[in-house]
């Protein structure tokens, strides 16, 4: 019996020496270990054992077994090791993975949520009104006349209704103080649109940044530094900020506001980026009027801005075709990630 199990632990361990595959090891275990594996069919020749020598057989026996089992464990890490290693020959693991297009933010709304950062930080809550407006709070109210250019056919988009796309952002003023009194100190940014010829610093839908402090002694003073801030928080603090005397309907006096642009290998100029001015004290009796009840705009003051958020959007990057800017190209877009 003795020499009998030793030579199955010697067969079992060359046979398993030899496997070269899972398939084998599962093939060796059921020979040797399974329910007819020659070793336990050994076991079972025990019985026969004279009982003095029982304890040194049965402990040959769990050797040969502990020694078979470890064998084939160590056979199945080894063929799955070699298995392993063939199926992934010939690829490059340290080649770099491919990576996947990844979105971001459009330029405009980069630049937006900026100076939306800057403004609420001085004080101005965001506020919105429609993009299809009515006469009243586009022109009218904005003292406006009929005969005003602005309000020809030729340059507004108007509706069979007798509305409109709001030609600025200026109406949104009109529907604050419309339902608030002073101290107002808001902002609006959205889409504006005109029937404007489409070039390289043209579009019919464009957008603004809308600016109103309406309060007791507010002035020119205030309107400069608001603006100054905020050009030079957004370009850099050695920004030059130029404001050149202008005509609106809706403030008096009235600036345009030009900021310096330097692009390196060409000559600096002056770009235009916003109207501003102190409120004209016809707007406020319109929006009194309009309330209807005790005025409370009578004798107020207050400054007024619109800023192409368009060309501060150009400004920043150096694009120089607004078109760029609703085209979409994701060569172009994917420069602001
Ligand atoms: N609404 C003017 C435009 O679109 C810009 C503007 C000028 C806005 C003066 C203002 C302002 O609030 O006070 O050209």
Redo the contacts with the bound molecule.
Sequence with gaps: MKEEIVKIQQEALARIAEVTDRRGVEDARVAILGKKGVLTMAQTGMKDVPKEDKPVVGQLLNDARKAITEALEAKLAEVQALADKAAVAGVDLTLPARSLPMGGLHPLTIIRDEAIGILRRMGFALAEGPEIEDEFHCFDALNTPEDHPARNEKDTFYFDSGKLLRT?T?SV?IRTMEKQCPPVRIIAPGS?YRRDEIDATHLSVFN?L?GLYVAKDVSVGDLKGTLEYLLRALFGADTEVRFRPHF?P??EP?FEIDVKLKVSGQEPRWVEIA???MVDPAVFAAVDKERGGEPCYEGMTGF???LGLDRLAMIRWGIRDIRALIENDVRFLSQFQ
Excluded: D, I, L, R
Aim: hydrophobic share 30%; aromatic share 18%; charged share 5%.
């Design positions: 600025h200026s003023q504006a603004q809308e609106f809706f403030t009235s109207g501003c001015g007024a801005f619109g």
